[in-house]
């Protein structure tokens, strides 16, 4: 395995104050190495979108420190602050949050009109990644006019557009059905091999972990559990099992069934 | 606690609406001011002496209130229908909350009645200051004593104001309050958007786009012809070619936004031009509608403002006394009334008849000059008229000296044997132009077989006041011939005054001359004064611009208001975007300069197509409705509206700018909210 890309020290984060505080995150540490797909668990209300979006800099930690190749984001702000979240990091949503009244096309390129990229090398990407995701012949379409699968392929290609060092995903399944999750999640894997993308993504679904070499689990906002997919001798359905075994152990099972 | 909640939602209606409420304030402004009209103190002048003319022009004011209020229901059933949209997330929570649909609606009604009483409470004093400041400029202006003016409030016009509003808002309301709170509350929560259906429709623009073009350049065709306004049926067309035209072409935008958007993309500009293609086809009939109302209002501005500049008319005999020279003089000097005039003089005027062979008259070689010129409509009416003169009145050049001496000119000079000739100064400019051209060959005319040479000048100062007499065409001729030509009996004295300049210096036009017509009421004496032709300019001026600028003020804050208001809503519903641009690392100045350039496009196109309609519907209204009056001051006319139409870009300009500090403000919520999500 590479060198550490993102180091993650002490994150706090909590809403409200004094009495009627939340601690979302109560101190959460980890590495994630160049190149890992790795996948956050829990139960819902656990704190791994906090988690997620503290690290895109959705929102801001109350204590600790984030930091990508050794630089800490915290620290950022305006143009720089910008450019990481256009370039640095690529974000993939729940419900895609594609722009309706755009083309397909349009959307793909959208974060690299935004940072003023050459548009040339843009196009070129952009039908790279198409072509990678299959999803050529949908380009010169408006989002209203495919499917969710297709949609969600769409925000990846964005994502994925400005060659961000780390793809964060929250849910990205979470709105699909199980066909279309199994093709974008085969997707997903395939950029984190042959593009050398590091991925993050949060999850509560056992299945969609299964693709992840290492999943953290996270519990009242702390890191209860550590799973390693045992490479290349351990089989997907294999791990799968072990995740199932780990979110069962977490509250007697009942707790992480939504 | 359910008064708090009025009070606390309809304050925050009103700062979120801003603009309408603005709107609001305006409307009530110019409500009252059209509807406080009668007790202006330059319309109560006018009523003294044009009372028949001022009545029909006040049953007028109830039609104009009942249009002008029709127009305004437009705005506000559309700003009522956005606060409903905006809220309906609110009021879905209500109904959840488990509170009556009886008592929502009251609540909507409720809230509503607030933001109109205090709109009444701003409105009204503005209006009251503003009559009075308009009432005492105008005043001033045309020279009626400030002394005489009342501080006064016009009570119908406060409560037809009041009544009007209220009533459109109660009906308006009703309405949709009606449809809003009986939705289910899962459809308010909601609040979907159902622009999706809709857009893959703008297929075929470039016919729209065309169709617009060509019918928009129909209706301007026809509109700068001249003699439009007597067809009925090409006024017709025009209006027909127009509306279509307008609606076509802001279908057709569609297309040029797909044009656009081929070219290079950089920063956010596909995302704006995605933003206003949709807002502009999703919404071209409102967009078309309100570009009509804003050619309205840029017409009926230009044209009102613009009258108000046309020039007094002009002024060199202030009275004109008919009667003996003694009976005049005497009753003059007994009155006191002699030592306040500057100049007193006899206009000497004769009727040549001859009819009974007293004289023979013959202009034969004038017609004949007037034929051997260039075809021309005022050559073909000279040739109509001089037809008829065969008994012309004759003045006496020492009479006429003295008028032109009045009026600052250089006195004439003439031979025995010579006449100047003198036209009725209504007639055109080209009129006597014409004439004068047929007149340079040297012509002659014969009267009692003598032939007298015609000057070149064709002389055009009135030799009355106003209209105790009233000379076509007439012969200016030298003392000596108008002693011999002239008929005892037919000889009218006519006595012309002219007020000492000190006395108007002191106390003004007006005001100077109203008080002595007081004085020459109780003397008896047969007279016309310069207020009578005043008061008839001041009619004009009053009806035409008053009224024009009325409406033009009524239609240009609704059109813009509308506009603004729509184009936030769009906003609104489409914040998601805006949230998923901050997410791909899109800053805030971004959004904000891509909603600036929405807003200046969303107001540029419906009021570009208006200002270009407008340059033909100005032209078009100068040419047809001004009353003949104005008509010699048409070019000067047509510069006036040129420099209004500025201005009215300057009232554009606030507008925009208002909005786009609104859009602003969204964007800047939308990025918090995205925060602390």
Same mark, same amino acid.
């Given at each position: ?20 505080? /939340? ?12 190149? *890992? ?11 791994? /979108? ?10 801001k930690p109350t204590e600790g420190k984030i930091l990508l190749s050794g630089e800490d984001i915290g620290r950022f702000k305006g143009k720089k602050l910008a450019q990481f979240r256009g370039k640095e990091i690529g974000y993939l949503f729940q419900d895609f949050e594609l722009l309706d009244n755009l083309t397909v096309e349009e959307n793909i390129l959208l974060p690299s009109a935004i940072h003023g990229d050459s548009r040339k090398q843009a196009e070129n990407k952009c039908m790279e990644l198409a072509h990678y995701l299959e999803m050529q012949d949908v380009l010169d379409k408006f989002p209203s006019q495919i499917s969710g699968g297709q949609k969600q392929r769409a925000a990846a290609a964005r994502a994925l557009i400005s060659q961000p060092k780390i793809l964060l995903a929250d849910e990205p399944t979470g709105a699909l059905d199980s066909h279309s999750a199994k093709k974008l999640l085969e997707k997903i894997n395939g950029v984190c091999k042959d593009f050398k993308t590091t991925v993050m993504m949060v999850t509560h679904d056992a299945n969609a972990a299964s693709y992840c070499s290492r999943i953290l689990f996270i519990q009242d906002g702390v890191i209860f559990h550590e799973l390693r997919r045992q490479l290349p001798e351990e089989s997907q359905s294999d791990f799968y099992r072990r995740i199932l075994e780990v979110t069962a152990a977490l509250g ?7 | ?151 006064? #409030? ?24 009606? #449809? /809003?709170?009986?939705? *289910? ?172 062979? *007293? ?17 021309? *409509? ?97 012969? #200016? ?87 603004? /208001? ?112």
């Open positions: 395995m590479g060198k550490t890309l993102l180091e993650i020290q002490g994150l706090k984060k909590s809403y409200g104050r004094k009495e009627g505080e /939340t601690k979302a995150l109560n101190g959460v540490s980890f590495q994630v190495l160049e190149g *890992e797909f790795l996948g956050i668990m829990g139960s819902s209300g656990s704190g791994k /979108t906090t988690l997620l979006n503290c690290i895109a800099t959705m929102i007697g099972g009942s707790a992480n069934v939504l | 606690m359910f008064y708090n909640l009025i009070k606390r939602n309809s304050k925050s209606d009103r700062k979120e609406n801003s603009l309408y409420f603005a709107s609001l304030i305006i409307s009530v402004v110019a409500f009252y001011v059209i509807l406080s009209i009668e007790n202006q103190d330059v319309m109560k002048f006018i009523k003294s002496m044009e009372s028949d003319a001022v009545q029909k022009l006040l049953i007028l004011i109830p039609i104009f209130y009942v249009f002008s209020l029709f127009v305004l229901s437009f705005l506000v059933f559309f700003t009522t229908r956005y606060q409903m949209e905006r809220r309906s997330h609110e009021f879905g929570l209500y109904l959840m909350m488990g509170m009556k649909r009886s008592r929502l609606f009251f609540m909507l009604i409720a809230e509503d009645m607030v933001n109109t009483a205090v709109a009444f409470l701003a409105g009204f004093p503005i209006a009251i200051l503003l009559t009075e400041i308009i009432s005492l400029t105008v005043s001033r202006l045309i020279g009626l004593g400030i002394l005489e003016h009342h501080f006064t #409030i016009t009570w119908t016009a406060v409560l037809w104001t009041i009544v009007g509003i209220v009533l459109i808002k109660i009906v308006i309301l009703s309405v949709l309050s009606g #449809i /809003t709170v009986n939705k *289910e509350p899962y459809v308010l929560i909601k609040n979907s958007d159902e622009s999706e259906k809709k857009r893959t429709k703008g297929q075929g623009s470039p016919v729209f786009l065309l169709g617009g073009f060509l019918l928009l350049g129909i209706a301007y065709f026809l509109g700068v012809r001249k003699g439009l306004w007597e067809q009925m049926r090409s006024l017709l067309w025009i209006l027909l070619f127009g509306i279509t035209g307008t609606y076509l072409l802001f279908k057709g935008f569609y297309f040029l936004f797909q044009k656009a958007l081929k070219k290079k993309r950089k920063g956010l500009r596909t995302f704006t031009l995605r933003q206003l293609q949709e807002s502009v086809f999703l919404k071209s009939g409102f967009l078309a509608s309100c570009s009509l109302l804003l050619l309205i209002a840029f017409c009926c501005l230009s044209f009102g403002i613009s009258a108000t500049f046309s020039q007094k008319p002009e002024r060199f005999t202030d009275f004109t006394f008919v009667g003996e020279e003694q009976e005049v003089k005497e009753k003059l000097e007994q009155a006191g009334i002699m030592e306040q005039f500057q100049n007193f003089y006899q206009m000497e005027l004769s009727f040549l008849s001859t009819f009974e062979g *007293e004289h023979t008259f013959s202009c034969e070689e004038l017609l004949k000059a007037i034929k051997e010129l260039p075809p021309s *409509e005022n050559r073909d009416i000279l040739i109509n008229n001089l037809g008829y003169l065969d008994a012309p009145y004759i003045i006496k050049l020492s009479s006429y000296n003295q008028l032109l001496k009045s009026a600052g000119k250089e006195p004439l000079v003439l031979k025995e044997d010579e006449v100047f000739l003198y036209e009725d100064p209504r007639m055109s400019e080209e009129y006597v132009e014409t004439l004068q051209e047929a007149l340079k060959t040297g012509v002659h005319l014969q009267i009692d077989g003598q032939d007298y040479l015609m000057k070149e000048k064709v002389m055009s100062y009135d030799v009355v006041t106003d209209d105790k007499i009233t000379l076509m065409d007439a012969l #200016i001729v030298e003392d000596s011939v108008f002693e011999i030509l002239c008929e005892k009996d037919s000889t009218q004295s006519y006595w012309n005054a002219i007020l000492n300049d000190k006395i108007i210096e002191n106390e003004g036009l007006i005001k100077g001359f109203t008080d002595i017509n007081k004085e020459l009421a109780k003397t008896g004496l047969e007279y016309e004064s310069y207020m009578e032709n005043m008061g008839r300019h001041l009619f004009y001026i009053v009806s035409e611009s008053y009224l024009s600028i009325y409406l033009g003020v009524v239609f240009l804050i609704i059109a813009n208001t509308a506009i603004g /208001t729509q184009f936030l809503m769009y906003q609104g519903k489409t914040g998601k975007r805006y949230q998923a641009l901050f997410a791909l690392g899109a800053d805030f100045s971004k959004a904000s300069k891509s909603g600036r350039t929405q807003v200046c496009w969303y107001f540029f196109l419906p009021a570009g197509v208006a200002a270009v309609s407008s340059v033909f519907g100005i032209q078009s209204m100068t040419n047809g409705l001004l009353s003949s009056y104005f008509e010699e001051q048409q070019s000067n006319i047509i510069v006036i509206a040129l420099l209004v139409v500025c201005l009215i870009a300057v009232v554009e300009w606030v507008y925009i700018r208002t909005v786009m500090k609104n859009s602003d403000r969204n964007i800047h919520a939308l990025l918090e909210r995205k925060r602390d999500e």
